[in-house]
């Protein structure tokens, strides 16, 4: 499968470490060392300008890489969606590029509502894979895997289907609660992850009461 997606390896690779350019381009105007991490009161980690240039899409490269190998090992992904395996190669390389460049922009001193930015993010990344999961096929890998779905064909469908819309308004929930002030951002948030993760088993719980396990994916 990978020299199937040869091209797109490639071009992912690039964009995944594209953030070092910018940061060798911007070398002398960052300071020696800033923030690379932010929790709810703000920034909580710093590095070296190396480091951070370097060592963070460097890891995430790496974690593209991991992904992309537990995906085609899986011999039920020959026979996935392409627009599913176009999703996966270009999502790390976009959070790479994203996260270079706040920290990149945090560190040169440029000002606006980092949390509400990310949270944005986050929320558009979370409705673009809802989009996507309707069109993923049985796997090992990818997608909500789960007893339910797992052992059932329908279910996967079915469960997808649903988790897909769930995804989309959850996504865009988040994006317009960006705009929200601290306390309610966050409860907003915290609701909006929990409906992601919660929602869909509970649907495929139910899906599995009533129609039972007709095919499994074990066989």
């Known amino acids: 499968m990978m ?16 953030p070092i350019a910018a940061g060798l381009l911007l070398w ?36 593209h ?46 000002k606006f509502r980092l949390t509400s930015l990310i949270y944005g993010g986050l929320g558009l990344l979370f409705a673009a894979i809802g989009n996507y999961l309707p069109k993923c096929r049985p796997n090992r890998t990818v997608g909500i895997r789960i007893s339910w779905t797992l052992g059932s064909e329908e279910n996967w469908i079915a469960t997808h289907r649903f988790a897909g819309k769930v995804w989309v308004i959850g996504g ?11 306390i309610a951002r966050t409860i907003v948030m915290i609701l909006a992850v929990a409906a992601l993760s919660v929602l869909p088993i509970a649907y495929s719980y139910r899906y599995h009461r009533i129609h039972g396990t007709k095919r499994s994916l074990r066989r």
Not at 8 to 18: D, G, K, M
């Open 3 to 18: 020299k199937q997606y040869k091209r797109e390896l490639i071009a992912s690779t690039v964009l995944a470490l594209l």
């Open 28 to 63: 002398n105007r960052l300071p020696d060392r800033f923030a690379t991490h932010w929790g709810a009161g703000g920034a909580d980690g710093w590095s070296g300008k190396a480091a951070a240039v370097f060592l963070q899409p460097l890891l995430l490269l790496a974690a």
């Open 65 to 110: 890489y991991l992904v992309l190998f537990l995906v085609f090992r899986d011999a039920k992904n020959r026979n996935q969606s392409k627009k599913v395996v176009g999703l996966l190669f270009w999502m790390i390389p976009a959070v790479s590029i994203l996260v270079s460049g706040i920290t990149y922009a945090v560190a040169l001193g440029w």
């Open 172 to 182: 865009l929930t988040m994006v317009l609660a960006a705009l929200l002030p601290g």
